[in-house]
T-cell receptor
Framework: DAGVIQSPRHEVTEMGQEVTLRCKPISGHNSLFWYRQTMMRGLELLIYFNNNVPIDDSGMPEDRFSAKMPNASFSTLKIQPSEPRDSAVYLC??????????FGEGSRLTVL | AQSVTQPDIHITVSEGASLELRCNYSYGATPYLFWYVQSPGQGLQLLLKYFSGDTLVQGIKGFEAEFKRSQSSFNLRKPSVHWSDAAEYFCAVGGDSGGGADGLTFGKGTHLIIQP
């Protein structure tokens, strides 16, 4: 079975550009999570969805960040405009109910 | 608010020696507890989880963890480490507030170094 699929794996962009990260959860999973991972702050929960509905976006750092889940098989995390401090690994995870949270391999973002 | 503390940023263990990684949590209700491992450039892989029942849980790769409610701890153990166990280990806590599965709160991680 395919796991959580994230794209792109690596993204290098310049400050001010728009960045879109994509996530395909595991089929049948009804919850999706976006995390940001940095050395300084560790793993931070940005937002999560249950049944495609955003439940808690209190971790989204600023209005420059937005996330959508238009259907059960796709989610995006958008940063506009991007800044160097947004450089991080962005991890997407999915789960069914309170079961195991499976993670993708992450998208490493570098903003110059 | 929920939180997880992993007091050891780095731990160095000789191959074949035993291992214990510490985790303390704060959670307002009955917690669900997890240990994940992350190898460089990879995502997170679940080692084990505790939801209820037996407080000693077995996981993959020979790991186990013990839930101690009185100490708010969920320490990870392995009787004999292998060089391939070198990685970053994360403890996490979560629950279900009734609106569906909540997000997990992670500790800052413990970097495990294995000496030959």
């Amino acid at each position: 079975d395919a796991g959580v699929i994230q794209s792109p794996r690596h993204e290098v962009t310049e400050m001010g550009q728009e960045v879109t990260l994509r996530c395909k959860p595991i089929s049948g999973h009804n919850s999706l999570f976006w995390y940001r991972q940095t050395m300084m702050r560790g793993l931070e929960l940005l937002i999560y969805f249950n049944n495609n509905v955003p439940i808690d976006d209190s971790g989204m750092p600023e209005d420059r960040f937005s996330a959508k889940m238009p259907n059960a098989s796709f989610s995006t995390l958008k940063i506009q405009p991007s800044e160097p401090r947004d450089s991080a690994v962005y991890l997407c995870g999915s789960r069914r109910g309170t079961g195991e949270l499976f993670f993708g391999e992450g998208s490493r973002l570098t903003v110059l | 608010a929920q939180s997880v503390t992993q007091p050891d940023i780095h731990i160095t263990v000789s191959e074949g020696a035993s291992l214990e990684l510490r985790c303390n949590y704060s959670y307002g209700a009955t917690p669900y507890l997890f240990w994940y491992v992350q190898s460089p450039g990879q995502g997170l892989q679940l080692l084990l989880k505790y939801f209820s029942g037996d407080t000693l849980v077995q996981g993959i790769k020979g790991f186990e963890a013990e839930f101690k409610r009185s100490q708010s701890s969920f320490n990870l153990r392995k009787p004999s480490v292998h060089w391939s166990d070198a990685a970053e280990y994360f403890c996490a806590v979560g629950g279900d507030s009734g609106g569906g599965a909540d997000g997990l709160t992670f500790g800052k991680g413990t970097h495990l170094i294995i000496q030959p």
